[in-house]
């Protein structure tokens, strides 16, 4: 492939990388990771309420990864709050999960603006060789592919399996029960979602300037050097 077709991939995938880096970071720092309704299960239970009289029980909830609002209703009209998930709720998360999606954040952020140093770097210099050059473009791109569904399936499994929202909702609740009635991934989620497939698009657009696959030159050699040891 002509050098100047090279730079114009190389180029676009930076523009790519660097956009990932900007996505995530404003991303992380949103509060718009879920969002959802919350009932007032105690208020709803005595009134004995049904179809569109749960309205009045019904209160939002919406929270990102460091803090969020609440809108409590149970029959007397809405109280709105907002709250940080750090310190107030550390005793109602499961923390240590909560904390590996914030890292797999960062290692989203830090390493597509390694690769998108690399890309540029390929595109205008000279490309190193190894790790650091063409080839490492694959692993610093795949890297970031990894580490952005791994924050999805993170955040998923907090939300699903620990009853996040649950949680939140019902934190330094004394009189009132609130339950989980709807909850829908918001727009930060799914700009991770959008940065799985735009680094997925890095790794067409690298083959596509002539870069094969790690491995594949090996693979090939040895299949080669068998088919001439069986002719002698």
Known sequence: MPSRQKQLLFSLSGFIGFSCVLTAAVATGLPYWLNGTVLCRTGADLVNATGPELDKFLGDL?????????????????????????????????????????????????????????????????????????????????????????????????????????????????????????????????LFFLIFLLQGLNILLIRLAGIKFPFQETKEAALSGGAADLMY
Request: proline share 4%; with cysteine.
């Open 62 to 190: 919406s929270y990102g990864l460091f803090h969020g609002q609440r809108v409590k209703q149970c029959g007397l009209g809405g109280r709105p709050s907002r709250f940080s998930l750090f310190p107030d709720l550390l005793s109602a998360i499961p923390v240590g999960l909560h904390v590996t999606v914030i890292f797999f954040c960062g290692v989203v952020i830090l390493f597509s603006s390694v690769a998108t140093g690399f890309f540029f770097f390929n595109a205008f210099g000279r490309p190193y060789e190894t790790l650091q050059g063409p080839m490492g473009l694959y692993l610093w791109t795949v890297i970031c592919c990894l580490s952005s569904c791994l924050v999805m399936i993170l955040f998923a499994s907090e939300v699903k399996l620990h009853h996040l929202s649950d949680q939140i909702a019902n934190f330094n609740e004394v009189n009132f029960v609130y339950q989980t009635y709807s909850e829908s991934y918001d727009r930060s989620f799914w």
